[in-house]
């Protein structure tokens, strides 16, 4: 989410973003911010549901 603020407010929230600190991924900061939310919501739902399966 940080990097996604990052983006849009044209770097007021230069401390929340490591993918704007990251050259690899110059040009698709916005991609790899929503990415990594869709990847932490998989991993927590995940979570979640082993957690309910007593896992």
């Not at 916005?30 to 399966?53: D, N, P, T």
Request: net charge negative.
């Amino acid at each position: 989410m940080g990097g996604l603020l990052h983006e849009w407010t044209d770097g007021w929230f230069a401390l929340w973003s490591l993918v704007a600190r990251l050259s690899y991924f110059d040009g698709y900061e916005i991609y790899v911010s929503v990415v990594l939310i869709v990847a932490g919501l998989a991993m927590g739902a995940a979570a979640e549901s082993a957690k309910k399966r007593g896992l």
